[in-house]
């Protein structure tokens, strides 16, 4: 799991464990089970955040759809936050932004991203993918990618 926050000085704590109490426990059929828990801390008022999980499997072949994604942080600057993620065959931006934040961002190819959405899924390398929520518009280097979306509600674009 991976988790960032638009406000600066995010930090995460796991809540003590107590054998069958929650946060760290949840019914299923068969009884209960145990799950981990990370919380995401930062002093400010309705700050945004934006986490990534991103499971594996442990014998997975390099460079199969199972094996490990690479997930590297991108500092936007105050009032956004991103991600780039990287697996077999594809290379996305996840990118959060407060609605007060205009941008645009520059990526680390140099490239620059333009959006009035909330959160953004890009697919930068292979087959193409935009999601966009609460927002009506992504252009990268001033050409349109996406035009046209819910300013309420949600986008999906693949191709």
Known sequence: ???????????????????????????????????????????????????????????????????????????????ATAWIVSGAGFVDLVLSRELDTPGPFLLPDNRLLATDARLVIWRMQGSELVLLSRGTVLEVDNVTVLDGGDPDGLTVFEN
Request: a negative charge; glycine letters at 10%; zero cysteines.
């Open 1 to 79: 799991m991976h988790m960032r926050s638009t406000t600066p000085g995010l930090l995460l704590r796991e809540p003590d464990y107590v054998e069958g109490q929650p946060p760290h426990v949840h019914e299923i059929e068969s009884g209960h089970a145990h799950h981990a828990v990370l919380d995401g801390v930062v002093d400010d008022v309705s700050p945004g955040f934006l986490a990534v999980l991103a499971p594996y499997r442990v014998d997975a072949a390099p460079g199969s759809l199972e094996s490990p994604l690479l997930v590297e942080p991108i500092d936007l600057g105050p009032g």
